[in-house]
Structures are given as structure tokens and as C-alpha cells.
């Protein structure tokens, strides 16, 4: 079966870095997304990666590894905005997505 | 633009009732995404269309239809509603299906079958 595994919940202080962890199990490969998603509202992109390695946009940079089946997302300077869950999804080899489902991120002051 | 757009925001519906959600999408993009999420689970895909005219069935589809007569319009329709349907309802729109393409989502519906 298809599977993603992401912690339910974390918590990190204002000014912080925070790394969110992903693991995956999927038939096929073609890419993994980043998406955040505040309390009550729609998930909205954040990053891409079908290669390996980082790739850095900002305070917010995502890694990949395939051989291991392993993404994290690495947030910096942590704001209290930042707080909301994360999802990391998988693109199949059918093109569809499968989703984890999401770390909640608490920030503190 | 507008993106994605989804009515209503809110419904209660009565088991056995029926009901359609819209959403449309203003960017001219050929596919569009019906998903629900419910709490501590991941989004799940229940319909999705590669262009007007052309649906396919997703993981969770049982319970649900859709039509696509255009591009920019996308209603998935709940007949015979049950408990089970409670859930936060996205539709989704891409430019194509192919890697990478990001996927914009409408602001949600959150429905409660009672």
C-alpha cells in the first residue's frame, strides 16, 4: 500500500528553526510537494522536489532523498504566522497526489 | 483572478438529502481535483478531470458524481447523503498533471450530514 508518515504535532519557539520530517512508501515516484495550511483555510504551495537534495526558497528550504524515501522541510526564523499544519504529499506514478496527514506546528513566544 | 472558488462555504444537510457543490476555476486550467479531508487523516481524492468532458473515479469515490461540461466548472454532486459524508470538501485546479505542477486549491466547503 501507499503510506506517508509525518509527526501529528510539533512545537518550536519564535525566532526558532524547525525541521518536519517525512517518510514515504509509494508506487512510483514523481516528485514531492510541500503545502501549508492555516486553521480553516485551503493548503497553499510551498515546494517542490523530484531531484535530490535542498532546495531553499526564503526562510524555507526542502530536502529530498529517493533512496531513502525521505523529505523534511526546514523553516528558519520562525514566526508566529508560521503556525499551521504542513502537509507533504507524493506524486504517484499515476500523477496523483497521496497525502500525509500534516504536522501541526505550535509556536510559542 | 479569483482562482478557485467553492459555494457554499457551509451546509448542513438531513441523511437521504442531496445536494451539489460548485467550484470554479478562473485560470484556464485543464485539471480540476475533488478532495476531502478529514481530521487526522490525509486528503483524500474523490474525483478528478483531465478537461471538459473527461472524469475519472479517485481513491474515495463511492457516494459521489461529477460532471465537467466546462473547463472552468467543476459541481461534484452527494446523493443520498450519509454521516460519512461529514468532512471538509477542497476542489483543486492544475495547469497539468504532469510533475511539478502545483495544485491551487478553492477555500473549502464544510458540510455536516446529520
Known amino acids: 500500500g501507499q503510506n506517508i508518515d509525518q509527526p501529528t504535532e510539533m512545537t518550536a519557539t519564535e525566532g526558532a528553526i524547525v525541521q518536519i520530517n517525512c517518510t514515504y512508501q509509494?508506487?512510483?515516484?514523481?516528485?514531492l510537494f510541500w503545502y501549508q495550511q492555516h486553521a480553516g483555510e485551503a493548503p497553499t504551495f510551498l515546494s517542490y522536489?523530484?531531484l535530490d537534495g535542498l532546495e531553499e526558497k526564503g526562510r524555507f528550504s526542502s530536502f529530498l532523498s529517493r533512496s531513502k524515501g525521505y523529505s523534511y522541510l526546514l523553516l528558519k526564523e520562525l514566526q508566529m504566522k508560521d503556525s499551521a499544519s504542513y502537509l507533504c504529499?507524493?506524486?504517484?506514478?499515476?500523477?496523483?497526489?497521496?497525502w500525509g496527514a500534516g504536522t501541526k506546528l505550535i509556536i510559542k513566544p | 483572478n479569483a482562482g478557485v472558488t467553492q459555494t457554499p462555504k457551509f451546509r448542513i444537510l438531513k441523511i437521504g438529502q442531496s445536494m451539489t457543490l460548485q467550484c470554479t476555476q478562473d485560470?484556464?486550467?485543464?485539471?480540476m481535483y475533488w478532495y476531502r479531508q478529514d481530521p487526522g487523516m490525509g486528503l483524500k481524492l474523490i474525483y478528478y478531470?483531465?478537461?471538459?468532458?473527461?472524469?475519472d473515479k479517485g481513491e474515495v469515490p463511492n457516494g459521489y458524481n461529477v460532471s465537467r461540461s466546462t473547463t472552468e466548472d467543476f459541481p461534484l454532486r452527494l446523493e443520498l447523503a450519509a454521516p460519512s459524508q461529514t468532512s471538509v470538501y477542497f476542489c483543486?485546479?492544475?495547469?497539468?498533471?504532469?510533475?511539478?505542477?502545483?495544485?491551487?486549491f478553492g477555500p473549502g466547503t464544510r458540510l455536516t450530514v446529520l
Open positions: 522536489n523530484v
Open positions: 509509494t508506487s512510483g515516484f514523481n516528485g
Open positions: 485560470m484556464n486550467h485543464n485539471y
Open positions: 504529499a507524493v506524486m504517484d506514478s499515476n500523477y496523483q497526489l497521496i
Open positions: 478531470s483531465v478537461g471538459a468532458g473527461i472524469t
Open positions: 483543486a485546479s492544475s495547469s497539468s498533471g504532469g510533475e511539478g505542477n502545483e495544485q491551487f
